[in-house]
């Protein structure tokens, strides 16, 4: 079985991809180049160990398997079989989850199919506001879920910039929503499921965690859980929780079989086999100590990072973080988020330009960037390297124009790369 196994992962050189495609073959190479030689600081990356990426390319990709373990359309499922039922049984006890969906293919499909179980057609659900750190489909107007269902967005305190549960409580007795939405893309700071459900509870809602971002730092233990509050979570499995690239669902046992029902055959068709082999592995070196660890790291990478940012004169929204994530106003220094992410894609360090709350620029400008740190942590970059970066991100913005500046901040950051590959690359 090994033998067969390896002979599938090391492909004859004639049947190679270079030998098939070599203008794929290059890219993937440049994009490996690319992600080995850049430092990493977008809050929805991260680089998966070299388990998940061997089960991601296994020859599952071959399989159909349309339905459920034990109940397919297809003949021959008896190992599609075999890791659903590991990968179903590894999130439940990650998240000691009474239920599990593993087959949705992303994040936003997993909140479609929680709102087709929960809502029907123009019910009234709050989330939050895209602009204030929500994600599209907690109801933006370009979004199904904003064309669907009659969404009341909750914001950010002015103040504090953080969530002001009393005013979303006000919001709720106002609108009488059927379904609150808790959770977020760009908010760095811990989210109190336990008020959520509360206010849910008195105006008859039911609530939804979407946890995409955070799942990873929640299954460490590091950041509240949700899975005793919310009917439903939802949660991606390639950010934090550092595997491939796919959606989660967890939900109380009344409620499986409809997100069942949902994701197939109510969203999607056959269920991608080998991505759900890479979720079981992610989910089981998620369950081992080195995991805690790590998670440990990138909060402590992220408090590291906000704190020397902050000390080279940039506002960090609500002050600091909780979480992997860095949300930082560059209004101080009058450049925008747009100028900042080009000059510093260009120096080798990728971020994404970000509303801040309460933006007076449109986002495709904004006033801010989003920093994240489970990537380079996966890379074993630790504080000592965040001030680093932290000096290196202001030496670019400082001089944007300064190509001369730029290239001087390229080579520093080829030489950290070096330094730490990525898992896998070495
Ligand atoms: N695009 C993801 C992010 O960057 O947060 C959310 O879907």
Do not use: W
């Not at 994600?135 to 950010?156: A, C, D, E, M």
């Not at 946890?211 to 439903?232: D, F, M, V």
């Amino acid at each position: 079985m090994e033998y067969y196994y390896s002979t599938i992962v090391r492909t004859p050189k004639e049947h190679s991809l270079s030998q098939r495609d070599d203008e794929i073959a290059r890219i993937l190479r440049a994009e490996e180049e690319r992600q080995a030689g850049t430092i990493n600081l977008i809050a929805s990356e991260n680089h998966v160990s070299p388990a998940v990426l061997e089960a991601q390319r296994s020859l599952i990709i071959d399989k159909y398997a349309e339905g459920y373990p034990g109940r397919r359309y297809y003949s021959g499922c008896v190992h599609a079989d075999e890791i659903e039922n590991l990968a179903i049984a590894r999130a439940r006890e990650l998240f000691k989850a009474e239920r599990a969906n593993v087959q949705a293919h992303s994040g936003s499909q997993a909140n479609m199919a929680a709102y087709s179980v929960l809502l029907d057609h123009g019910d009234t659900v709050m989330g939050m506001s895209l602009s204030h750190g929500g994600h599209l489909t907690h109801g933006s107007k370009v979004n199904f879920s904003g064309q669907s269902y009659r969404f009341v967005p909750y914001g950010v305190d002015p103040e504090t910039e953080m969530l002001n549960y009393d005013a979303i409580e006000r919001l709720a007795l106002k609108h009488k929503p059927r379904l609150i939405v808790a959770g977020a893309s760009s908010y760095s700071r811990v989210i109190d499921f336990e008020k959520f459900r509360s206010i849910a509870d008195r105006v008859g809602a039911r609530l939804l965690a979407d946890i995409a971002h955070t799942a990873g730092i929640i299954a460490a233990g590091l950041n509240p859980s949700p899975i005793p509050y919310a009917q439903i979570s939802t949660a991606t499995t390639q950010k934090t929780l550092r595997g491939p690239r796919g959606g989660l669902v967890l939900c109380d046992k009344q409620l499986a079989s409809g997100i069942d029902a949902a994701v197939f055959p109510g969203m999607q068709g056959g269920p991608a086999m080998h991505t759900i082999a890479a979720k079981a592995v992610c989910f089981l070196e998620a369950m081992e100590p080195a995991f805690i660890e790590y998670q440990k790291s990138v909060l402590e990478n992220a408090r590291t990072l906000a704190s020397e940012l902050k000390g080279h004169g940039m506002r960090i929204v609500s002050g600091g973080t909780d979480n992997h994530i860095v949300l930082v106003d560059l209004s101080p220094l009058g450049i925008s988020g747009k100028n900042a992410d080009e000059a510093l894609e260009a120096a080798g360090i990728t971020v994404n330009r970000n509303a801040i709350p309460f933006d007076p620029k449109p986002p495709r400008i904004t006033s801010g960037i989003r920093v994240g740190t489970p990537a380079v942590t996966t890379r074993g970059f630790g504080p000592g390297e965040m001030k680093r970066i932290a000096g290196l991100i202001v030496k670019v913005l400082s001089s944007l124009d300064d190509t001369r500046v730029r290239d001087q901040v390229r080579d520093e950051v080829r030489g950290m790369c070096r330094q730490f590959p990525i898992p896998g690359l070495a």
